[in-house]
Each structure stands twice: as structure tokens, then as C-alpha cells.
């Protein structure tokens, strides 16, 4: 293991010079950022943030609707997504933004309790295929690639009463979900993400800051995971043996994870950083990406270590199998990876006894000279996408990344130069990592095209190039000077 912490160990920092070299000033319409001929630009939403009619057409109830319909204060303002931005009834407004815009792409996700109410195939609810149907063939008539994300965050409740993502059997139950939306869409649908962001999942069960707050940390999130894994692998190989010789599609999931630099240039905090990154980064990615499977050795090693130190009988991280192992290493077709920000790492005992971080034996902060947005949890760090897609090569042998999540919160302006500036940093970042470090990038998606449902900071977060009127019944829908800022953008690549 020695061996392997060096080597990662080096990999940072070389990252860590870029960090120290990044200084810059972008001209706010500044498109000239060059990228390879065929690169894809995407714009993303996901289901529960964006489409609203909770309960119309014989969708069943999810996770987010019994805790915004249960406990109205877990959100701020008492918001929630019963409405959103009404896409379920004016996706073709939604289509033709996108169009005009200039993407090529669009990653959306499917409900799965619109699809299957009670969570279950017994019982497949034909309007919902009917809704993602009709809109997978306006975005194809209009020149427009669905990349379709099979579950983002929203799951049944009825899954969720029987133990959500801590029962072993959700695996089964995820796999024939995917089977349904396979069959449904899959002779137009060619990019598929099984699931989005496992570690915001996994926040659910270790924590009470998301949704289903159980507060299990250290125990709940570790489970969590290991049945993510075990449900995304049963996914892919589903489809990679059924489905993907005729439809010849191709099959990943969203990474997330924020990236770490060493606080202080010393030895202990290069040290430091790398280990969070396998702890945030690796806990995921290692078992499909890396030619050995499984989890990080580091991790393996600090979580068995101090589940021992803790009297218990069995270390908190779960162990796979070795079929196991074997069935979810390599069940990748491409890198899907969500990416907005960074942080700093020093040795150190913080977080929750027992939990990811306090196992990690790290303390996270960051610099109070990253600029902010209104997220608190976002500070804008445009060196730490460069670094992230240079670790991401080192580690896993440079495989095709597909930037699925990028992007800036405001409040609720439309001449949002602060955004369009995180978009010329990042974006300037992107292009150096492929053309200077060799990062084999294929495609970058923005988040998100319309302002939505930020979870529980409800609508006071805006993400999106479109502004929507959350005040309006009618939700309608107005271009940002970001909007024009990426039509130019891509409109510059084809010329």
C-alpha cells in the first residue's frame, strides 16, 4: 500500500504546481477557448428538481416528496418541488431553449416513481413512459442527444420504508428498473448514466442534512455505497450483455467528490490530500475504474483499523465478494464526472465519531481568498477541474471522461456576470487539461439549464442559464446573459 500512496502522492503534487501557477482575468464575453473538433457541449436538469406534478398521471410518491409534504421546515421557506418548473408539462419550451442555445446534448433524469409508482415492475405506469417518451423524440427531432440518468436522488418510498439503499435487495430492484427503461428507450436513448452523485447519496443515511436523514454515520453511508456499487454493476452488465449489442449505447455513472490540495506545502499534507481524495474520490470510482477493483487500499486499511479500535467484530466498510469484485470492476463504457469546487486538507481528527471524514484522519477547509457564490458550500477554485482530470488520468489510465455536471450559483439575476466568469475560468482549465495534460475529455454538460429545486435551499440557489419565474404560475422561462455566453461559446467551436 506504501507503494500506492507514493505513487498517487507524486501525481498531486504535480497538480499542486498548477495550483500555484493559476492567475488569470477573463473578459466577460470572452469566448476563445479552444476545444478538439467533435467535443460535445450538454446542458442538465434532473427530474425532481425540474418537472413538478408530484402526484399527476399515476406517479408514486418519492423521498423527497414525503419529507417536503412531512416536514415542510427541511427545506428553506417550507419550498418544494410539487411545481418546480412545471417541465413535465412544457418540456417542449424546455426542447427548444436548449436548441437555440446551440447544445448538442441534454441530460435529464428519469423519475423512477413516475415510472414505476410503487418501485417495483409489477406494475409499470404507462404515462410516465408516454411523458419521457415524447420527450426523447422532441429533442431528437430537433437535432438534440438525450444523455438519460436512470436515478437522481429521488427514490420511491415504498423502497425507501423497506430499507432504501441499506437493503441489499435494492440491487435487484434497481436492475429491473433499468431493465424497463432499457426495453422503454434504449433504441434512441445512446448515453446512460445508472446514477448520480453515490456520495451526495450516500449523505442521506449518514447524515441529516438530505434527504432520508437517518443519521447512520459511519455505518449507514459506508451500506449505502456498497449497494450502489453492487446496483450500478447489475445495471451495466444488464445491459452490456442484453441490450447493447443491438442498441449500441454506452453505460456509466456521475462521479462527485470534492477534490482536495494539500493545505500546507508539506509531506503530511500532500499525504493528507491524496487520502481524502481516495476517500471522497476512490470510495467510487476504485472498484470499477482500477485494475485491481474493490476500494482503496488506504481506505480499507483506516476504516478496518478503526472499526477494530472501536471493539467491533466487523470493520463499518463492508467487503465485497470476490464475484463481487469481479462484476463491478470494468463496468464502464466512459467517465461521467460532476465537478464544482474544491478543498483543502491537512492531517487531523474532524468530522462526526464515527463517519468518511473522522475515518479519514483529515480536516477539510478552504481558502478564504476562493471567491464565493451563494452556495456556502461552493467557493470557486478553477485550477481544482484541471487537477481533478489529471488525477482522474493518473489513477485510472486516462479513460474518456464526459464532464456531467458543471456550473455556478447565484441569486436571482439574469445579467449573471459572476457565472459566466466560473465558466470561462473552469472552461479554460477543461482546455488546458486536454490539451497540455493529455485528459482525455469528450464532452462537458452545464448545470443546469433552468433555474430549479436546489434540494433543501429550495429556491433561494440559482444554478440555471434560463431563469425561471418560481413567482409566476405560469413558470416562464427568460435567457441569461450566461445563455448567450455559451451560444457564442459553441457557436465559436464550429467555425
Given at each position: 500500500m506504501q507503494d500506492y500512496i507514493m505513487h498517487s502522492l507524486f501525481i498531486l503534487i504535480a497538480i499542486g504546481c498548477i495550483y500555484c501557477e493559476q492567475s488569470i482575468n477573463y473578459d466577460m464575453m470572452n469566448v476563445n477557448i479552444p476545444f478538439p473538433k467533435g467535443f460535445?457541449?450538454?446542458?442538465?436538469?434532473?427530474?425532481?428538481?425540474i418537472e413538478g406534478a408530484w402526484n399527476e398521471s399515476?406517479?408514486?410518491?418519492?423521498?423527497?416528496?414525503?419529507?417536503?409534504?412531512?416536514?415542510?421546515?427541511?427545506?428553506?421557506?417550507?419550498?418544494?418541488?410539487?411545481?418546480?418548473?412545471?417541465?413535465?408539462?412544457?418540456?417542449?419550451e424546455d426542447v427548444q431553449l436548449i436548441k437555440d442555445i446551440g447544445f448538442e446534448f441534454y441530460r435529464f433524469?428519469?423519475?423512477?416513481?413516475?415510472?414505476?409508482?410503487?418501485?417495483?415492475?409489477?406494475?409499470?405506469?404507462?404515462?410516465?413512459?408516454?411523458?419521457y417518451n415524447n420527450l426523447i423524440d422532441d429533442l431528437l427531432a430537433n437535432s438534440i442527444q438525450p444523455m438519460v440518468t436512470i436515478y437522481h436522488w429521488d427514490l420511491p418510498q415504498p423502497l425507501e420504508d423497506l430499507g432504501?439503499?441499506?437493503?441489499?435487495?435494492?440491487?435487484?430492484?434497481?436492475?429491473?428498473?433499468?431493465?424497463?427503461?432499457?426495453?422503454?428507450?434504449?433504441?434512441?436513448?445512446?448515453?446512460?448514466?445508472?446514477?448520480?452523485?453515490?456520495?451526495?447519496?450516500?449523505?442521506?443515511?449518514?447524515?441529516?442534512?438530505?434527504?432520508?436523514?437517518?443519521?447512520?454515520?459511519?455505518?449507514?453511508?459506508?451500506?449505502?455505497?456498497?449497494n450502489l456499487l453492487r446496483a450500478h454493476a447489475k445495471a451495466y452488465r444488464l445491459y452490456d450483455k442484453w441490450f447493447k449489442p443491438k442498441?449500441?449505447?454506452?453505460?456509466?455513472?456521475?462521479?462527485?467528490?470534492?477534490?482536495?490540495?494539500?493545505?500546507?506545502?508539506?509531506?503530511?499534507?500532500?499525504?493528507?490530500?491524496?487520502?481524502?481524495?481516495?476517500?471522497?474520490?476512490?470510495?467510487?470510482?476504485?472498484?470499477?475504474?482500477?485494475?485491481?477493483?474493490?476500494?482503496?487500499p488506504v481506505m480499507r486499511d483506516y476504516v478496518d483499523r478503526n472499526s477494530a479500535s472501536e471493539g467491533l467484530p466487523d470493520s463499518r466498510l463492508p467487503y465485497f465478494t470476490q464475484q463481487e469484485i469481479k462484476e463491478i470492476q470494468g463496468t464502464y463504457d466512459f467517465l461521467g464526472l460532476n465537478h464544482y469546487t474544491s478543498t483543502l486538507a491537512t492531517n487531523g481528527v474532524s468530522g462526526q465519531q464515527p463517519s468518511p471524514l473522522r475515518d479519514s484522519n483529515v480536516e477539510l477547509s478552504v481558502d478564504p481568498n476562493?471567491?464565493?457564490?451563494?452556495?456556502?458550500?461552493?467557493?470557486?477554485?478553477?485550477?481544482?477541474?484541471?487537477?481533478?482530470?489529471?488525477?482522474?488520468?493518473?489513477?485510472y489510465n486516462n479513460p474518456e471522461v464526459f464532464v456531467t455536471e458543471n456550473g455556478f450559483s447565484d441569486l436571482n439575476i439574469t445579467q449573471d456576470y459572476g457565472r459566466i466568469s466560473y465558466y470561462q475560468t473552469y472552461l479554460s482549465n477543461l482546455s488546458a487539461a486536454i490539451y497540455e495534460d493529455g485528459c482525455n475529455v469528450i464532452g462537458y454538460t452545464a448545470w443546469s439549464l433552468l433555474d430549479n429545486f436546489e434540494w433543501r435551499a429550495g429556491y433561494s440557489q440559482r444554478f440555471g442559464i434560463v431563469q425561471v419565474d418560481?413567482?409566476?404560475?405560469?413558470?416562464?422561462?427568460?435567457?441569461?446573459?450566461?445563455?448567450?455566453?455559451?451560444?457564442?461559446?459553441?457557436?465559436?467551436?464550429k467555425t
Open positions: 460535445h457541449f450538454s446542458a442538465a436538469t434532473a427530474s425532481y428538481q399515476g406517479k408514486g410518491e418519492n423521498i423527497w416528496d414525503r419529507m417536503v409534504h412531512t416536514n415542510p421546515s427541511f427545506v428553506y421557506n417550507e419550498e418544494n418541488g410539487d411545481v418546480a418548473c412545471d417541465s413535465y408539462h412544457k418540456y417542449k433524469s428519469l423519475s423512477w416513481s413516475r415510472i414505476l409508482p410503487s418501485g417495483t415492475k409489477e406494475y409499470i405506469n404507462q404515462a410516465g413512459i408516454d411523458y432504501g439503499w441499506l437493503n441489499s435487495s435494492i440491487a435487484l430492484y434497481f436492475e429491473d428498473y433499468a431493465k424497463v427503461v432499457f426495453s422503454a428507450f434504449g433504441d434512441r436513448v445512446k448515453w446512460w448514466l445508472t446514477i448520480n452523485e453515490p456520495t451526495s447519496i450516500t449523505a442521506g443515511y449518514g447524515d441529516t442534512e438530505v434527504t432520508p436523514a437517518l443519521n447512520l454515520h459511519g455505518t449507514g453511508d459506508y451500506l449505502a455505497g456498497h442498441q449500441k449505447g454506452r453505460v456509466s455513472f456521475a462521479m462527485d467528490g470534492l477534490f482536495a490540495f494539500p493545505k500546507n506545502n508539506t509531506l503530511g499534507d500532500h499525504i493528507a490530500a491524496e487520502r481524502w481524495n481516495q476517500f471522497s474520490l476512490g470510495w467510487f470510482l476504485h472498484p470499477v475504474y482500477s485494475v485491481t477493483g474493490d476500494y482503496p476562493w471567491p464565493t457564490s451563494q452556495s456556502p458550500w461552493l467557493r470557486v477554485v478553477p485550477v481544482s477541474f484541471r487537477g481533478v482530470l489529471n488525477w482522474v488520468k493518473d489513477q418560481f413567482d409566476d404560475p405560469n413558470r416562464p422561462r427568460t435567457k441569461k446573459a450566461s445563455a448567450e455566453f455559451f451560444q457564442k461559446l459553441i457557436a465559436s467551436q
